[in-house]
């Protein structure tokens, strides 16, 4: 689920808009040319734009870091602006030196987890989590919505008979979602994921049954128990 994201503009958009992009005029060119579709230019103009960057003071650095992202978690289609040699070559140096730096600050720990392309984003999220608490809710809901994607992908195959999970450890996933929903102060998203959370519970617990009682067809078996999901609907008695 992404919060508020009908009421968000494109990052593109909100580049332009912003006074601040005149202060990298390379950048604002590549963002410019972006907008108009004009792809080999803006590369070419992203390409000075990071042979500048890299020569720049930490503190230059840290500041054009702190604005981009901050502008990513109020937009919407952020990878028309996160392409591969900003992210390489200038993101995520940055967020690497202020990590080493500074390691109780959650933010770049936050922006890593939320934004950039590796292999730990779950690892740099809880760490975000762990640092800023509460007041971390984006990072909150991510986390929630990545191990609900766990569970979609156990049960996305269920009404053919295809559990592709482990009972255990989903059960582990449940029980850390119901954990982590205690910290949303959103009403909506508590709604949300409640709901979310319980669906999968429920499924859950009427597989158990179904497959300690030897049966055949969970679909039809959802139908005799009055096991009502939005794909049971396809089950018609002969």
């Known amino acids: 689920m992404k919060e508020g994201v009908a009421d968000l503009i494109d990052i593109l958009t909100n580049l332009i808009q912003d006074k601040t992009l005149d202060i990298y005029p390379h950048f604002k060119e590549f963002c410019l040319f972006k907008e108009k579709g004009l792809r080999k ?18 503190k230059q650095k840290k500041e054009f870091a702190h604005w981009l992202f901050k502008l990513f978690e109020e937009s919407v289609d952020i990878h ?11 993101l995520k140096p940055i967020l690497d030196e202020w990590l080493y730096e500074n390691p109780k600050d959650p933010q770049p720990y936050r922006w890593y987890g939320l934004f950039l392309k ?3 984003h779950l690892k740099y999220l809880e ?11 984006k990072v909150l809901m991510a986390i929630i919505n990545y191990y609900l994607n766990f569970l979609n992908f156990s049960f996305h195959h269920i009404s053919e008979d295809a559990y592709l ?7 582990d996933i449940v029980l850390k979602i119901e ?8 009403v909506d ?12 519970k429920n499924l859950l617990s009427d597989w158990i049954a179904f497959k300690n009682e ?11 128990n009055g096991k009502e999901y939005g794909w049971t609907n396809s089950y018609y008695y002969e």
């Open 41 to 58: 230019d803006a590369f070419r103009s992203l390409n000075l734009f990071i042979n500048e960057a890299e020569a720049w003071q930490p």
């Open 80 to 90: 028309d602006v996160l392409v591969h040699p900003l992210e390489e070559n200038i």
């Open 118 to 120: 590796t292999e730990n």
């Open 127 to 137: 760490t975000a989590l762990r640092i800023g608490g509460k007041s971390e809710q």
């Open 165 to 171: 999970g482990d009972i255990s450890e989903d059960q």
């Open 179 to 186: 954990n982590l929903s205690k910290e949303i102060t959103n």
């Open 189 to 200: 998203s508590r709604k949300y994921v409640a709901e979310s959370v319980n669906y999968y």
């Open 214 to 224: 030897g049966k055949k067809g969970f679909l039809k078996w959802c139908a005799d």
